[in-house]
């Protein structure tokens, strides 16, 4: 979802919005406080881990919508994604020049490749679980907390050094 999300960015010109200060610094903060609490919520998981029963009927429709909005905040504050399309979807979006006709199937390729991969992920986490019991799930979600810490102080130290200038 967030590769589309910068995709579509990318293909109406928010490259263009990069250049403006005000909107620079509120993806700066917004994405450091995003990755800070998705940092706190890790930490959380890892001091106090709850119990995952995999055998527990699917989440209400209110929760479902919880859970995704947090999928979609996670990606969209991916600083990998943000780089990657700022510097090359940018570029591939342009190389398609006045022929626009080819990037229907080309989002089309980034919204199935996103969809295989999460669902990809999702079996592994399904079976690493199983697998791995509740020391691995706290391991990831250790290294998932230091992992969204680091990139939280990088987005923050970047944004500081190059809007201050």
């Known amino acids: 979802m967030g590769d589309l999300v910068y995709f579509a960015a990318a293909l109406f010109g928010v490259v263009r919005l990069l250049r403006w200060a005000p909107f620079r610094w ?7 406080g995003v990755l800070l609490v998705l940092a706190a919520k890790m930490f959380r998981e890892v001091m106090h881990p709850r119990a995952i029963d995999l055998d527990v009927p699917a989440p209400t429709r209110e929760k479902w919508w919880h859970l995704f909005g947090w999928g979609v905040a996670l990606a969209l504050a991916s600083p990998t994604s943000v780089l990657w399309f700022a510097a090359v979807g940018a570029a591939g979006i342009a190389a398609f020049g006045a022929d626009r006709s080819g ?11 996103g969809i ?4 990809f992920l999702a079996a592994a986490a399904t079976v690493l679980k ?20 680091f ?12 809007l201050r200038a």
Not at 151 to 162: D, H, I, K, L, S
């Open 130 to 149: 199983r697998v791995g019991g509740a020391s691995l799930a706290r391991a990831l979600a250790l290294v998932s907390a230091v992992l969204f810490l």
């Open 151 to 162: 990139f939280a102080v990088t987005v923050f130290v970047r944004g500081w050094t190059q």
């Open 116 to 119: 295989l991969w999460s669902a």
């Open 26 to 32: 509120g993806i700066w903060i917004g994405g450091t």
């Open 103 to 113: 990037l229907i199937p080309f989002a089309s390729g980034f919204l199935a490749a």
